[in-house]
């Protein structure tokens, strides 16, 4: 049977594959199109397979919001170029439409979603196979708040989501994303600090101030104090805001509205 040219784009479109892949997948397939179809699938997963042990350690990071709902996803490729393809960040943005539209619960369950007549898996294996690089999905996160907002810095590598327990204007919230970019916090507040990293930052401000010579007497107060700066510097309410230092972000967002807070923080960097 001979393969037109037709055949081959028709191929090229559901896969994504190149053009001599289709041709050689529609002619050992003698020009049925579902086996086609398989055949460029399997050679994605072989292609997976040998690649697992790669370091897959560009890629894209976007975020978006939805009304009240915001998802983030990395896709990781293993080459800055294939990161900046215009296809590998379409890819990407597929995927986060698809979080959006489910809101699955973590990761495995992403995956799990289907897309295009296979799961989310499937799409990312086989598009191993048409790139030629590992390729895997490396975080999902997503919030739920009242209003969210969505920030990408410059050049798809890092991004972050932030949710507000009321509507705000797009400029606070724009700034407060722009501030967890910048400042990497871990936390909203001083309360979702685990205490096994309170715990570890008094231990190490008392190693600290041992070291210095301070009086066994003092290293509690001491640590203490310590302890409060590092709240200062990572937890985002505490932060001191980076457009008006002389505020910190909580004192900015009551000076918007005296009951506006975060709720909600989700940050991702490629570059960590």
Known sequence: MAITAADVKKLRTATNAGMM???????????NFDEAVKIIRKKGLAIANKRADR???????????????????????????????????????????IALENMPADKDALLALPM?????????????GVIGEKLEISFYGKIESASS?????????????????????????????????????IAIDKDGISEEIV???????????LEE?????????????????FFQETTLLNQSFI?????TVKQHLQGVDKDLTVTDMVRFTLNA
């Open 243 to 247: 457009k008006e230092g002389k505020q």
């Open 149 to 185: 907002f969505a920030y990408i810095h410059p050049g798809n590598k890092l991004a972050t989501l932030v949710g507000f327990n009321k509507e705000v204007d797009t400029d606070t919230m724009k700034d407060i994303a722009m501030q967890t970019a910048a400042m990497a916090p």
């Open 213 to 229: 010579g301070k009086p066994e007497a003092m290293l509690e107060k001491i640590a203490m104090g310590r302890l409060n700066k």
């Open 199 to 209: 715990a570890r930052e008094l231990e190490v401000a008392k190693g600290k101030a």
């Open 21 to 31: 892949d289709c041709k050689k997948a529609l002619t050992e397939a003698e020009g």
């Open 55 to 97: 370091e897959a350690t560009e890629g894209c990071v976007l975020a978006q919001t939805v009304g009240n709902k915001g998802a983030m996803l990395a896709l990781n490729c293993e080459t800055d170029f294939v990161a900046k393809n215009e296809n590998f960040v379409a890819l990407t943005q597929s995927i986060l439409d």
């Open 116 to 128: 295009d007549g296979r799961t989310v898996n499937d799409i990312v294996m086989e598009q191993t």
